[in-house]
């Protein structure tokens, strides 16, 4: 008997096999749970589908957070085969390339809001479209954050704040919905080589680190993160809203 039988899931943001989000996908999948996930793009969503991974879930949709009809789009489409969402996982974060390769301080006015309006406030838009799914039975959404939005990490830049902001949400949205039973939560992941964390000319350097620093001395796996993420989907978490967790191998609590 799997911690996920009988409840469905949809993950946002799945990139890839190497992504945090397929992580996550395969460990509700091995868990019990009917699995769908979305990408951004018709190209990806059609290579994603040709691969074994890719058939194991019940179907992926297409979806861009930084279009509201496209979100509207989505959930509406899933309301009209499920009867009830029991868990979300947001697996999203953007930030253009030249706000990425600068230094903070000269990151633009337009260069942070997208940052923020993609990694952070695309959390609040798609709670919002998915509580008809789950007000009335109550749920699990989840999101993907990074050591960098507590403590300054040279080269993680204008992501920084937008993660802390990302954090933030969290709390907010676990007091907003936490009487519907709705539980809001963040995983905050050590370093891992995905699409996203290639973007980050320092990652070699991060990964060094902890296996030289960290309590346990191991990098971590996609497959780490999706036993946390399983266990806050469950209802074993029943009791578990507002927080971040982290699976790092205790690279948070280390001062330097």
């Given amino acids: 008997m799997g911690l996920l039988d009988g409840k469905r899931a949809l993950i946002l943001g799945v990139a890839n ?4 989000a397929w992580g996550i996908a395969r460990a509700f999948k091995k868990e019990g749970a009917v699995v769908r996930i979305s990408c951004q793009e018709e190209r990806l969503k059609q290579k994603i589908e040709r691969t074994e991974e890719g058939r194991l879930v019940e179907k992926i949709h297409l979806c861009d957070v930084a279009n509201e009809a496209s979100v509207q789009t989505l959930f509406s489409d899933l309301a009209k085969d499920w009867p009830q969402l029991d868990i979300l996982v947001h697996s999203i974060a953007f930030a253009p390339m030249q706000a990425l390769e600068n230094r903070f301080h000269l990151a633009s006015k337009a260069d942070f809001l ?5 990694s952070a406030y695309s959390l609040v838009e798609v709670s919002r479209a998915a509580l008809p799914l789950m007000q009335t039975h109550g749920g699990s959404i989840m999101t993907l954050s990074y050591l960098g939005g507590d ?4 080269g993680y830049g204008i992501m920084g704040p937008a993660k802390a902001a990302l954090e933030s949400c969290v709390r907010y949205l676990s007091f907003d919905l936490g009487p519907q039973k709705i539980r809001v939560n963040a995983i905050s992941a050590g370093p891992l080589k995905t699409l996203a964390s290639s973007a980050f000319g320092n990652f070699n350097d991060a990964l060094k680190l902890i296996e030289e620093k960290t309590p346990l001395k191991q990098n971590i796996t996609i497959d780490d993160v999706g036993s946390l993420a399983a266990f806050l989907g469950s209802d074993h978490s029943k009791m578990v809203t ?10 948070h609590i280390m001062g330097g």
């Fill in 151 to 154: 403590r300054v990490l040279p």
């Fill in 17 to 20: 096999q190497r992504s945090i």
């Fill in 242 to 251: 507002g927080s971040t967790h982290f699976v790092d191998s205790g690279a």
């Fill in 114 to 118: 997208t940052t923020m309006a993609i």
